[in-house]
Structure formats: structure tokens, C-alpha cells
């Protein structure tokens, strides 16, 4: 890729990302109203819609249901309930997926 | 005359007072414990696990820059000043496809759209910080970034808690392109340490932690059911932005109820 190309690209994909990242940091006072109710969820829209469809999907567009995928969320969001621990959590599922495919469970 | 408008100035002032106020009170009711304190240093520890997850991502980065005609050294200037996983991926698929750079910036602006709701979602927790303050957060904002800071952030923490995650980040994140760059993807990292699903296990743990109430959860399950139905319908990047925007979507009608207080978590969990 010629020089003048690949910095058109990178500088305009970097534009690109940018105007959708700084707008709504600018916002100068906190949303009321339905606004600012849909917002206050949005935390939990974030971590749901990046933990669900990896671990049901396997990255694809198919339904997977691997074992190694589904007993290691089983396993994080147990240990998360039961101890409060967002290191403990992580780290069992990432033992029990692991596990599963050291013997073949996947 | 006077009078009639020093009472309509004290009224917007009251007005503005019990915003504020209810503002306040909803960020309290929403206060949350997760690890790593609200300092720079705190927020730089913390990104760091989670910037393994970026590695698998990095190796596919890599090979697709390959794929696209970019050399090492370029991949990595791409990453520095891009700076966005997602973007940055769907970049190099359309160049390496054929096309063009407008049709590349168009199609990453599109599926970055979702970072105007993360932060507006953080903006009012950011207090006073002056809009130049705000550039560089700006510049590192991300979903890991967004999701290590908005519990410290709403427990009252400092925006040095999001600087430091979005360092760490951008730090494992660069570091993981330049090796796999340079590799040329012949090194990948081993099936069974799981790389690939530190990502969505954090992401779990971090719901599990942070969602409280009938309708966090039912938030949750509404975006989840929304992105896994727009992935099974070939939406690809799309279906995060239609995850988040169901489930914001979802919180409109409802007003805000919330169960008893979950017990706390233990000493470890918040240091």
C-alpha cells in the first residue's frame, strides 16, 4: 500500500472513530428524563451484549452451545454471586474452559 | 417587575437544584463495588488481565493487515492512531476486500456509533472535567475501558480510575498488535489457556457484580436476546449496537425499581 494511501485510510478511519467517541463525553449536563433512564442501564446492556452472544455463538452466526463455552459463563457467574470477586470469577471459568479442552470437552 | 423576575430566577435555581439533586441521588442508588480502587494506578492494574483478552484479536488483526497490503510497521502506525478493535478489524476485512478508504471509514463510523451511548452514559460522571481534559479520554474510550471505570466512576471514584484503564488497555493492546504484527501471525497463543474467552467472561462477572434490580436484569436479558438474534441474522458488528439499543430501549417505559440491597462484596473485591 503506497504511503499516501495508507495515511488517507488510517487518518480517515481514525476519524471516523472519533466522532463517535467524543460527543457524548462533551455533553455538558446529565440527561433527565427517558433520556437519562436509558442511559443508566446502558452499563448493563454493554456487559450483556459482550458476554451472551461469544459464549452462545462462538464468535459465528450459529447457534454452538459448546461445552466449554457454556460451563465456563456457568462457572464465572457463579463465582461471581458467591464472591463478590471479579479476579475469582474470571479466573474459574477460564480454569473450567481450560479444563474442558484439555480432555476434549468442546 | 423586579420582584416578578428574581422569583422566576429563584424557581428555575430550585428547579435546577432538585435535577441536580435527583441526578445525584440516582448515581448514589446506583453505587456499585468493583475492584481496583478509583486512582490512575488503580485503573491501570486493573485493564491489565483484561488486556489479554485483546491478544486473539491482535493475532486476527495481524493477519488481516497482511491480507490488506499493509507491512508490519504500517499495521502498527494503523493501531496507533485508530486505536479501535473493532474498527480497526472491519478496516482491514473491506480493504483487503477492494475497497476504497471512504467506504472503510464509513463502515467503522458505523459500527462505532455504540460509543456515543457509552459515553453519554459517562460524561455525567465525569464531573467538572474541562472538554480539553476530555479529549484524550475521548481518544481511549472502549467497551473494556467503559466497563472496568463506570462502577468506580459511579461509587464517586476519579476520571484518573478511566485514564489509567484506558492506558493499560492501550498499552496491552499495542503491544499484542506490534508482536503479532511482526510475527505475521505465525505464533498464536495455545487453545487451552482460553484467551479468546477472557473477554466475555469478564463481561459476565462484571454484570454479575454490577447489574442490581428487576430491571437491570431485565435489561440485560432484553439486550443479550437482541444481540444474539441480530448475530443469527448475519448483522455481524451491528448486532452489539442492537444489543445496547434494545436494551436501552427497554428501560423507557418502566420507571426505576430497584431490589434490596445485595449484600456487600468482601474486602478483596474493592481495593
Redesign the interface.
Known amino acids: 500500500?503506497s504511503a499516501w494511501?495508507?495515511w488517507?485510510?488510517?487518518?480517515?478511519?481514525?476519524?471516523?472513530?472519533?466522532?463517535?467517541?467524543?460527543?457524548?463525553?462533551?455533553?455538558a449536563?446529565?440527561?433527565?428524563g427517558?433520556l437519562?433512564?436509558?442511559?443508566?442501564?446502558?452499563?448493563?446492556?454493554?456487559?450483556?451484549?459482550?458476554?451472551?452472544?461469544?459464549?452462545?455463538?462462538a464468535?459465528g452466526?450459529?447457534?454452538t452451545l459448546r461445552a466449554?463455552?457454556l460451563l465456563?459463563?456457568v462457572a464465572?457467574?457463579i463465582?461471581?454471586?458467591a464472591?463478590?470477586?471479579?479476579?475469582l470469577?474470571?479466573a474459574a471459568?477460564?480454569v473450567m474452559?481450560?479444563l474442558c479442552?484439555?480432555v476434549g470437552l468442546h | 417587575m423586579e420582584e416578578m423576575l428574581a422569583r422566576i430566577l429563584a424557581h428555575e435555581r430550585l428547579a435546577e437544584a432538585e435535577r441536580v439533586g435527583y441526578q445525584a441521588a440516582r448515581l448514589r442508588a446506583a453505587r456499585v463495588d468493583v475492584p481496583g480502587g478509583s486512582s490512575l494506578a488503580a485503573g491501570f492494574l486493573a485493564a491489565l488481565p483484561l488486556g489479554l483478552a485483546s491478544v486473539p484479536f491482535a493475532f486476527a488483526y495481524g493477519v488481516a493487515a497482511d491480507g490488506a497490503g499493509l507491512s508490519p510497521l504500517q499495521a502498527v502506525l494503523f493501531s496507533f492512531v485508530v486505536y479501535s478493535g473493532t474498527g480497526q478489524l472491519v478496516a482491514m476485512g473491506l480493504l483487503g476486500a477492494g475497497a476504497g478508504a471512504l467506504a472503510a471509514a464509513g463502515m467503522v463510523l458505523a459500527v462505532s456509533l455504540r460509543h456515543l451511548l457509552l459515553g453519554a452514559a459517562l460524561a455525567p460522571l465525569l464531573g467538572r472535567l474541562r472538554p480539553a481534559r476530555r479529549l484524550p479520554l475521548a481518544f481511549g474510550l472502549s467497551d473494556e475501558a467503559f466497563a472496568l471505570s463506570v462502577g468506580p466512576l459511579r461509587a464517586g471514584g476519579s476520571p484518573a480510575h478511566l485514564a489509567g484503564a484506558e492506558l493499560g488497555l492501550f498499552v496491552t493492546w499495542q503491544t499484542a498488535v506490534a508482536a503479532a504484527a511482526f510475527a505475521g501471525g505465525a505464533v498464536a497463543p495455545p487453545r487451552w489457556l482460553a484467551l479468546d474467552l477472557v473477554l466475555p467472561l469478564s463481561m459476565l462477572a462484571l454484570l454479575v457484580l454490577v447489574a442490581r434490580g428487576a430491571r437491570e436484569g431485565a435489561v440485560a436479558a432484553v439486550a443479550a436476546a437482541a444481540a444474539v438474534g441480530a448475530a443469527l441474522l448475519g448483522a455481524g458488528p451491528w448486532a452489539t449496537l442492537a444489543g445496547i439499543g434494545a436494551g436501552a430501549l427497554a428501560a423507557l417505559p418502566a420507571p426505576e425499581v430497584r431490589c434490596p440491597e445485595r449484600r456487600s462484596p468482601s474486602p478483596q473485591a474493592t481495593r
Do not use: C, H, Y
Request: proline share 9%; hydrophobic share 60%.
Open positions: 500500500m494511501t495508507f488517507l485510510t488510517t487518518l480517515l478511519v481514525a476519524g471516523a472513530v472519533f466522532a463517535t467517541r467524543l460527543p457524548g463525553l462533551l455533553l449536563r446529565p440527561p433527565a427517558p437519562g433512564r436509558a442511559l443508566d442501564v446502558v452499563p448493563a446492556a454493554v456487559f450483556a451484549t459482550l458476554a451472551v452472544p461469544p459464549l452462545l455463538l464468535g452466526a450459529a447457534l466449554d463455552l465456563a459463563g464465572t457467574a463465582v461471581a454471586d464472591s463478590r470477586r471479579f479476579d470469577a474470571v471459568g477460564l474452559a481450560g479442552r484439555v
